[in-house]
């Protein structure tokens, strides 16, 4: 149990330092964007029933959005989305369309 404990730790910390290295944000409050993701976190929330990903963009920039679908970590995504706020050298995207990678 406890070398799995440090595994699931230190994959979160490779994670964190990951979205912490990114570069920015993108867009404009408003503006329609289209983007090129891998999935970095992904969670289900019980409280609003829907899953909250994150990812990273082909040009190092952090993306989150709230989706109704779950996607594995890994994976690359095509998003169609507009830009909703600025958080934490973060884009939050909102009215989000995934289409196939």
């Known amino acids: 149990s ?6 699931r730790s230190e994959y979160r ?3 964190d ?14 503006e329609r964007v289209q983007v090129t993701a891998e999935v970095v976190k992904s969670y289900f929330s019980d409280q609003w029933g829907t899953h ?12 989150f959005f ?10 690359n995504v095509n998003i169609d989305g507009k830009v909703k706020a600025h958080r934490d050298n973060s884009t939050q ?9």
């Open 2 to 7: 406890l070398p799995n404990t440090y595994n």
């Open 13 to 15: 910390r490779a994670v």
């Open 17 to 30: 330092t990951r979205i912490r290295e990114t570069e920015g944000v993108f867009g404009t409050v408003g």
């Open 52 to 63: 909250f990903i994150t990812a990273i963009t082909d040009d190092n920039k952090q993306v």
């Open 66 to 75: 709230a989706y109704k679908h779950s996607f594995p970590v890994g994976d």
């Open 93 to 101: 995207l909102n009215y989000v369309k995934v289409f196939a990678a």
